[in-house]
């Protein structure tokens, strides 16, 4: 590790254009800024279309960025070339939303998961053999389950094979796009115990976890990045910002997660419209097409500046200082 | 009051090369008119089968239904001829779906689709003017901004949440007395989710319709529904009003799937996970479904279980409660 | 009708590779035409191999003559008959098999050769390359393809080796289509982007990841191109651009024939219908492995 940073993800600036085929641009990622400090885990959440994925896939170099600098560890991800890059699949892995469409289907899970070791480690024959069945035992996967294919797991057991792919390599930042969103209920929650488990067992384990639930953030994560259309428009220590969110747009998500009681809840704030399209960034606020406190002349022409709550909790909005807890 | 709709004892199986599948399993479910019912279930209990098994909509063969009878507002659907069961389909009961770009066609204007639907569901009494003045005005029902504008738009034209008030918009135009919506939310955004949600209340409350609201999410259900039947493995093992769900399950799966929930707003330490897997439903256990993963089972548990009165509106199927109030008291 | 006493003891599973196979053949034998159509294949392939040693007059395939027998009808001497040269039908179509299957698979397998590593570069490059090679393969397809093999062995001259060429390079452009497309929507499944996270380079994507995902549909249309192939060399040497007489191919048998139907009828039918039932075998053992392979079906 490096002495002059001590963060293990800094995302600096960070811009991910797409040209489309009409000669629209597609601003998928608008300036991003983030930092993860060894051993924490951070949320990442949004909707469809605010770039959250488009983060974490640019962050492993699986995207290619247009601006900006991403740095993990001391090692340069968008200047990485080479040996570089090697050491960089060895210390990041990612792990995907649907269990079943990021396993090779004609690969047994233990192959699956031995295809790391092979690409990166000079493991061979019984210790590899040996590795992989250890790590997929630790996951949850009993030694009858190593030759099977794919489809013949269910969700949640393929989204253990995705984990232990990823942990196999002992990486120190594991980005987690959506890992519980296609499955269950119940279980939601064993994969969340297993994630939450890694907080202990491997305590330097940095994770970014992308999410649109934000009762699923609140239950892993300790700080909490809040995207909109390509920015972040607010961060923070999760029970601060969940208690005291002092920009709109997550004043309006906050309220609008369904929660788990009887009846409806009282302190609706309601949005209207649609999220516009990447393609066509409201300017100043981007969000003040739907800000229910959007003031004109001052939210439709000029951006907004990063007003600091305390603590590490900031916003991107011309009356966050303002926004009280009622 | 009559109920408006009254499954009883239905059973479904699918035929399939492994050996018969058994779907749903002698489900009775009771809905009386203006109710808003959540049916919950994680993947593969039979939560959609159900509903659609019952108007109809499950392909016989591989399906067959072995047992039972639905009736909507005293009339046998089961035994209707295919024809009978889309007129009803279209007049009475409405149904919408996950996907709203699955069900409208993308080569047709929304307004095309919708005067069409119209005119079909009036079975051709209604002049194109006149479903186009409905049209509009189940447009502006169900908020759509610029109603007149979106009428000549083509679908994907259109945002997920748009397309989904246009196919409540379709759903309703017949003004039929129940809805039935199928996860009509999960393909959505958070905010969008919200308001369609306060719509499908608002619409509720304001036409005196009746709902079936399938979904996954008990949260969801908890915004919009007064009552919960909780479907595990082709059952109902738990029926009861929205708030005694929350506040007091009765069903050990009831209680698993609320433990297993992160709250939003609550700091939880741990999720329970309920251990093991879903039964085999091709050959699925004589007794309690739930047994094979129920940490509170024991032998009795091997015999049928029926839906037992625990309270006011309040059924489980479980053997823990064997010596509660009898069903007839329960029925206020 | 399900007691707990069943459910209760699973057998054990045997291990997983044999599971799987036994359920891809179960699958297969449920259909009553795959059946069919693997049996014709078998019968052919054994027909191909032991041909020289079933046939009653071997000697006949090779331009043995004997006027004194020409034209005889099926009898239990000569079962499908003799023809105009006295040579014995059935022999002739025995050891025509080899010929047969020689084509089909010359055909079959230069086509796969040419079709699908273009058909991998095209789909996993994008931009020019991907473009060139598309556009060359549209303007194949877009000319019948007899028509442009008969133009190729017309330029060649006739006979069996060139026929093949001909067919051989007209043949392609179907398995770039097909692999192109299949890349095209592998190369966007989640595990390919897993792959590379893990450190996957370009040609390990595409030979461990994409190209095992691509078989199926590569060896459905591989068994039924078998038969168009075997149709198409039938065709030239119909039309006397493939084999040449005496040369034991059906084609150029039926080509020879033909001046005697309607009378001499066996001398048509017989090899006539060794190609009906070979092409009908591979095309129904093709639908078959369809149904099993296609993931669709899973």
């Given amino acids: ?326 | 009051m009559a109920p408006l709709l009254d499954i009883r004892d239905l059973s479904l199986v699918f035929d399939t090369f492994d050996g018969t599948y058994h779907a749903i399993d002698k489900v009775s479910l009771q809905l009386k008119p203006g109710e808003a019912l959540g049916l919950v279930g994680e993947t593969g209990c039979g939560k959609s089968v159900l509903t659609r098994a019952a108007f109809g909509l499950v392909p016989v063969p591989p399906a067959r239904i072995t047992s039972g009878s639905v009736r909507l507002d005293g009339r046998e659907l089961l035994g209707l001829s295919d024809r009978a069961l889309r007129g009803i389909r279209g007049s009475e009961v409405a149904m919408i779906f996950q996907d709203p770009m699955t069900y409208l066609n993308p080569v047709f204007r929304v307004g095309t689709q919708l005067v069409d639907a119209i005119r079909a569901q009036s079975g051709g009494r209604i002049g194109k003017a006149e479903a186009k003045s409905i049209a509009l005005d189940m447009l502006d029902k169900v908020h759509l901004p610029n109603p007149d504008r979106q009428f000549r738009a083509y679908p994907h034209e259109l945002s997920g949440g748009m397309r989904q008030r246009v196919l409540i918009a379709m759903a309703l135009a017949a003004k039929p007395k129940l809805l039935i919506a199928d996860e009509p939310t999960t393909a959505l955004d958070v905010t969008i989710q919200a308001q369609i949600l306060d719509l499908m209340a608002e619409l509720v409350e304001d036409l005196g319709l009746a709902m079936i609201m399938i979904s996954h999410d008990l949260g969801v259900v908890a915004q919009v529904c007064s009552r919960v039947a909780v479907m595990y493995a082709g059952k109902i093992v738990e029926d009861a009003p929205i708030g005694r769900i929350f506040d007091a399950p009765a069903h050990p799966y009831t209680q698993g799937l609320l433990a297993a929930l992160p709250h939003p707003f609550k700091p939880v330490d741990r999720l329970a996970s309920i251990p093991g897997t879903l039964p085999d439903l091709l050959h699925p256990p004589a007794g309690c479904r739930f047994a094979g993963r129920c940490a509170q089972a024991h032998a009795a548990c091997a015999a049928p279980v029926p839906l037992r009165a625990v309270g006011p509106q309040h059924r489980v199927a479980c053997t823990l409660y064997e010596d509660a109030a009898p069903e007839g008291a329960a029925h206020v | 009708m399900t007691d707990l006493t069943t459910s209760a003891t699973v057998p054990a599973k045997p291990p997983m590779r044999f599971r799987e196979t036994r359920r891809l053949t179960r699958t297969y034998c449920r259909s009553f035409s795959s059946v069919l159509g693997l049996a014709l294949v078998a019968l052919f392939l054994f027909v191909a191999a032991f041909g020289p040693w079933l046939a009653p007059y071997p000697e006949d395939a090779y331009g043995a003559v004997d006027f004194g027998a020409k034209l005889l009808p099926p009898s239990p001497e000569h079962w499908f008959g003799t023809d105009q040269v006295g040579s014995d039908i059935l022999s002739r179509v025995l050891i025509g098999a080899r010929t047969t299957l020689q084509i089909g698979l010359t055909v079959t397998g230069i086509a796969i050769l040419i079709g699908v590593p273009l058909g991998l570069i095209a789909g996993m490059t994008g931009g020019w390359i991907s473009e060139t090679i598309m556009r060359i393969t549209d303007i194949f397809l877009s000319i019948p393809g007899l028509i442009l093999a008969i133009a190729i062995v017309g330029a060649l001259g006739p006979g069996i080796l060139n026929a093949m060429v001909a067919l051989s390079l007209v043949w392609w452009p179907g398995y770039v289509r097909l692999v192109q497309a299949k890349t095209l929507s592998q190369r966007n499944e989640t595990y390919v982007d897993a792959a590379r996270a893990l450190g996957a380079g370009p040609l390990r994507v595409v030979f461990v990841h994409v190209l095992p995902n691509c078989l199926s549909p590569i060896i459905v249309k591989a068994s039924m191109d078998m038969g168009m192939a075997i149709l198409g060399a039938a065709s030239l040497g119909f039309l006397g651009l493939g084999a040449q007489p005496p040369y034991p191919e059906w084609g150029a048998m039926i080509s020879t024939g033909r001046a005697y139907l309607p009378d001499w009828w066996w001398c048509t039918f017989f090899p006539g219908m060794a190609i009906y039932l070979t092409v009908l075998g591979f095309n129904l053992m093709g639908d078959g492995l369809r149904d099993v392979l296609d993931p669709r079906q899973r």
């Fill in chain 1, 1 to 326: 590790m490096s002495e002059t940073s001590d963060a293990m993800l800094a995302i600096r600036d960070l811009k991910v254009h797409f040209p489309l085929a009409n000669g629209q641009v597609v601003r998928a990622v608008d300036g991003v800024s983030l930092t993860l400090r060894p051993g924490e885990t951070v949320g990442l959440v949004g909707e469809s279309g605010s770039g959250k994925t488009t983060v974490g896939k640019t962050a492993l170099r699986l995207v290619p960025a247009t601006d900006g600098e991403i740095r993990i560890g001391e090692l340069d991800v968008l200047n990485a070339s080479g040996r570089d890059l090697r050491r960089l699949r060895r210390k990041a892995q990612i792990i995907f939303q649907d269990p079943h469409s990021s396993l090779n289907p004609r690969m047994t899970i233990r192959r699956a998961v031995a295809e790391g070791l092979i690409l990166n480690t000079s493991l061979r024959g019984r210790a590899l053999r040996e590795k992989v069945s250890e790590t997929l035992i630790a996951m949850g996967l009993p030694p009858q389950f190593h030759d099977r294919f794919p489809h013949e797991l269910s969700g949640g057991q393929k989204q253990r094979v995705c984990i232990a792919r990823a942990l196999v390599l002992d990486p120190d930042l594991l980005v987690l796009d959506e890992p519980t969103s296609a499955l269950d209920v119940s279980v939601q929650a064993q994969i969340l115990g297993v994630l939450k488990d890694l907080r202990a067992e491997r305590p330097s384990l940095t994770q970014l976890f992308i999410s649109h639930n934000l009762a699923v953030i609140r239950f892993l994560c300790q700080r909490v990045a809040v995207m909109y259309l390509g920015k972040i428009v607010e961060e923070g220590p999760v029970e601060q910002v969940f208690s005291d969110p002092r920009h709109p747009y997550t004043r309006a998500l906050l309220s609008a997660v369904p929660v788990p009681e009887a009846g409806r809840r009282p302190d609706r704030t309601r949005l209207t419209g649609d999220i516009p399209s990447p393609t066509a960034v409201p300017k100043g606020c981007a969000f003040h097409t739907r800000c229910p406190v959007a003031r004109k002349g001052l939210c439709d022409t000029t951006p907004p500046p990063r007003v600091a709550a305390g603590g590490g909790h900031a916003a991107l909005c011309h009356f966050a200082g303002e926004m009280q807890t009622t």
